[in-house]
């Protein structure tokens, strides 16, 4: 804020000893260092809890503004911008203390209630930490300085990670599907506990926790992966300054029906999934992928296209292998037609005698129930599981695969009102929770 000052000036001169002194009065504009522009509100540069310099070992840094409402911030030398009160269009929203392993400059901006921003702050930061040199203790000279610590490896999907020696830790499913975290020396200023747990998409979205799968593609198993971290005083830490890498499998079955190519990991950045650069292993079913950030993870993947689903064609000059073929087809056909005549006349399905639903099921799922649930679906032509082949009517299996889940979500929708709505879904999900039981249960007569 602009204010009007009076300055006064006194000049006095020695002559022998007396004093002559003279005054004089200045009207002018006193502009300080701060922004304004909202009523009893400085816009100020966020500051930095340490000062910039050049330090010998991994340091945390906390940003903080008085009276703004969101503070967002850079380590890639770009330049952040506040898009709302709330949010960035360029940089990371400041959630937690930055934790600072190697050399960079923390650029950040403050956010206030009206929209606008206050001045850029900019800290640069040196890291110079000593790899270690001489003779090690109770030795002789050899040049090869201190033995590097050992990194703290675990099989419980939980591992306290140290600065000095980074850490890593794998979580298996009771489906055989493993998650590991690696996380790199010097990535946490204090031992830190990096912890890995695995929710079903239903639940975390019904929760409102994250968004479902972008159009056209697939959660691979129905699975959300949780990775958090959480300091040595209960601070939940969400931003890191070097890559922590993770690796997650999958089996032939879960994908079945996606493209196998287009397999990436996704993170939740609050509002929307976001695809990580990924690396896919076919021989070992593996995906991997790196990240800055911690929050929600998923393993997703692209259904495939019609054409590049395998199609059966008649045509004159078949082979006698062709002809074989083709009659088995028909065979199907018939099956089918017999069974959705049997099913429109109340006769029970042979499949569903003695099942009851008790448990959700998702993909991957294994059991007689999973062949009642196909047997149910495929009652009706606009929630059939498949028209013809494996999954159609004659020929349910007892896996949960891809087209059982597409077949789910057409149920879902079919019977939205009574499905979706109490829950406050819109579109179906294709994973079978309690509502889709009741519904199930319903049809069944039970």
């Known amino acids: 804020m ?30 300080p260092g701060l922004q304004t522009g909202m009523e009893g509100v400085l816009k100020s540069a966020p500051t930095a809890s340490l000062v910039a310099g050049t ?40 959630t937690s203390a930055i934790s600072v392993s190697s050399s960079l400059t923390i650029k950040s901006v403050a956010c206030y209630a009206d929209g606008s921003a206050g001045p850029l702050g900019s800290s640069a930061y040196t890291i110079n930490i000593s790899t270690g040199g001489g003779t090690p203790s109770g030795g002789s000279p050899s040049g090869g300085g201190a033995l590097a ?7 419980t999907g939980e591992v306290t990670v140290t600065p000095s020696a980074g850490g890593k830790t794998t979580l298996t499913t009771d489906e055989g599907i493993a ?46 992966y949780q990775l958090t971290a959480t300091g040595g005083s209960g601070q939940t830490i969400t931003n890191f300054s070097k890559n922590i890498t993770l690796s997650f499998t999958y089996t032939n079955e879960e994908i079945a029906d996606l493209d196998e190519e287009s397999l990436k990991v996704y993170r939740w950045n609050g509002s929307a999934w976001v695809a ?27 259904e ?15 082979t006698e292998e062709q002809l074989r ?78 087209l059982t889940r597409l077949a789910v979500i057409k149920f879902q929708n079919k019977y939205a009102s009574e499905v979706l709505t109490p829950i406050g879904l819109t579109t179906g999900t294709g994973y079978v929770g309690s509502q889709t ?9 039970r």
């Open 55 to 94: 330090y010998t070992s991994a340091q945390s840094i906390a940003l903080s503004a008085s009276d703004s409402t969101a503070i967002c911030y850079t380590t890639n030398g770009s330049t952040p911008v506040c898009q709302t009160a709330t949010a960035c269009s360029t940089g990371t929203k400041y």
């Open 149 to 155: 610590p050992t990194m703290p490896t675990t099989n």
């Open 276 to 302: 990580l650069p990924s690396t896919v292993n076919k021989t070992t079913n593996t995906v991997t992928a790196t990240t800055k950030q911690f929050s929600n993870f998923a393993l997703m993947g692209k």
């Open 179 to 224: 998650v590991k975290i690696e996380i790199p020396a010097n990535t946490v200023v204090s031992n830190t506990k990096f912890e890995v747990k695995t929710a079903t998409a239903e639940d975390v979205v019904q929760a409102g926790i994250t968004g479902s799968a972008p159009q056209s593609f697939v959660m691979v198993g129905g699975r959300i």
């Open 325 to 402: 073929a083709e009659i088995a087809r028909l065979i199907t056909l018939i099956s089918a037609l017999q069974a959705q005549m049997a099913q429109a006349q109340g006769v029970p399905s042979p499949a569903c005698e003695g099942v009851t639903f008790s448990r959700s099921l998702s993909l991957g799922a294994t059991g007689n129930d999973v062949k009642c649930l196909q047997t149910i679906l495929n009652r009706s032509a606009d929630t059939q599981v498949a028209a013809f082949g494996v999954g159609s009517s004659g020929n349910e299996t007892n896996y949960f695969g891809n």
């Open 2 to 31: 602009n204010k009007t000052k009076i300055f006064i000036s006194i000049t006095c001169l020695l002559f022998g000893l007396s004093f002559f002194c003279t005054a004089s009065e200045q009207i002018g504009t006193l502009t």
């Open 437 to 445: 039981i009741a519904k199930i249960n319903q049809l069944l007569g």
């Open 304 to 318: 495939k296209t019609e054409d590049e689903e395998e199609t059966t064609i008649v045509t004159e000059g078949m």
